[in-house]
C-alpha cells in the first residue's frame, strides 16, 4: 500500500470519505459491541488522534500499544488481553472492509475460536482452511477450502506465547484438536492489501 501507508496507518486509509476502521467502529456498535480495544503499532499516535475515546460512535475505545515494532497478530492479542478481559471476544483485523455483522458473543462448549470464512479472493485461490459439513480442517482438500477473513471470536485461553509471535500456527494446533468452529460469509469481503483493493472496498462501501 505504499507510498500511502507511508504517512499513515493502513486502518486510517480513506474509504468512501471515512478511515476504514471507522467502518468497523460504526458497525459494532450499532450492533451492541460497544467496549472496544484497538492495537497499534506504525503511526498509532494518528489513531489516536481520529478515533479518541471513541464516544462519537457510540462506543468506548481503549488503546493497546505496540511500540515501534509490531508484535504480530497473536503477540499483539497477547498484550492485550489485559484490556480484553475473561470472556470470548472479537478479533477484527483493521485492514479489511467487510459489512458482516459480529453478533454471536458465546462460544460452544469447549471451543476456543470461531472463525469466519469466506470465498477464495484472487489473491489467495487456495485458501486457508478445508470447511465441509460444519467442520473446519487443515486438509489439502482444493474444493473445500476457504479463506480466513480476519474476522473471529476467540477465548482468551487460547492466547498462547510470549512476545512477537503469529496467530495462524494457533489457529492450526486449535482446529487440529477439534476446537474451532467456523461459518462462510458470502457477503461484502475485502482484505485492504492493494490500491486496487482499496477502490474495491469503496465500491462496495457506496452500497452497504
Same mark, same amino acid.
Request: charged fraction near 15%.
Given at each position: 500500500?505504499?507510498?500511502?501507508?507511508?504517512?499513515r496507518?493502513k486502518?486510517?486509509?480513506?474509504v468512501?470519505g471515512k478511515?476504514?476502521i471507522?467502518? #468497523?467502529i460504526e458497525?459494532?456498535a450499532?450492533?451492541?459491541?460497544n467496549?472496544l480495544?484497538i492495537?497499534? !503499532?506504525?503511526l498509532?499516535? &494518528?489513531?489516536r488522534?481520529?478515533?479518541?475515546? =471513541?464516544s462519537r460512535?457510540?462506543?468506548?475505545?481503549q488503546y493497546?500499544d505496540e =511500540?515501534?515494532?509490531a508484535?504480530e497478530?497473536?503477540?499483539?492479542i497477547?498484550k *492485550?488481553?489485559?484490556l480484553l =478481559?475473561d470472556e470470548p471476544f472479537?478479533?477484527v483485523?483493521?485492514d479489511i472492509?467487510?459489512?458482516?455483522v459480529c453478533? &454471536?458473543?458465546?462460544?460452544s462448549?469447549?471451543m476456543?475460536a470461531h472463525?469466519?470464512?469466506v470465498?477464495?479472493?484472487? #489473491?489467495?485461490?487456495?485458501g486457508?482452511?478445508?470447511? !465441509?459439513d460444519g467442520?473446519i480442517?487443515?486438509?489439502?482438500?482444493?474444493?473445500?477450502? %476457504?479463506t480466513?477473513s480476519?474476522i473471529?471470536?476467540l477465548h482468551?485461553e487460547?492466547i498462547?506465547?510470549e512476545?512477537?509471535?503469529?496467530l495462524?500456527?494457533?489457529?492450526?494446533?486449535?482446529?487440529?484438536?477439534?476446537?474451532?468452529? *467456523?461459518e462462510v %460469509?458470502?457477503?461484502?469481503?475485502?482484505?485492504?492489501?492493494?490500491?486496487e483493493r482499496?477502490k474495491?472496498?469503496?465500491?462496495?462501501?457506496?452500497?452497504?
Open positions: 500500500m505504499r507510498p500511502l501507508t507511508d504517512v496507518p486502518p486510517l486509509l480513506d468512501a478511515p476504514l471507522q467502518w #468497523h458497525r459494532l450499532n450492533n451492541g459491541l467496549d480495544v492495537n497499534t !503499532a506504525w498509532g499516535e &494518528q489513531l488522534a481520529v478515533l479518541g475515546d =471513541g460512535f457510540g462506543a468506548s475505545i493497546s =511500540g515501534d515494532s508484535l497478530t497473536g503477540g499483539g497477547k *492485550a488481553l489485559p =478481559g472479537w478479533l483485523n483493521g472492509f467487510t459489512d458482516f453478533r &454471536q458473543s458465546t462460544l462448549d469447549g476456543l472463525l469466519v470464512l470465498p477464495n479472493p484472487e #489473491h489467495n485461490p487456495d486457508d482452511f478445508a470447511f !465441509a467442520v480442517s487443515t486438509a489439502e482438500s482444493p474444493a473445500a477450502r %476457504y480466513f480476519g473471529s471470536l482468551p487460547f498462547k506465547g512476545g512477537k509471535f503469529p495462524a500456527p494457533l489457529l492450526r494446533e486449535a482446529i487440529s484438536n477439534g476446537r474451532v468452529t *467456523a %460469509y458470502r457477503g461484502a469481503w475485502v482484505d485492504v492489501g492493494t490500491p482499496l474495491q472496498a469503496a465500491s462496495l462501501a457506496a452500497n452497504v
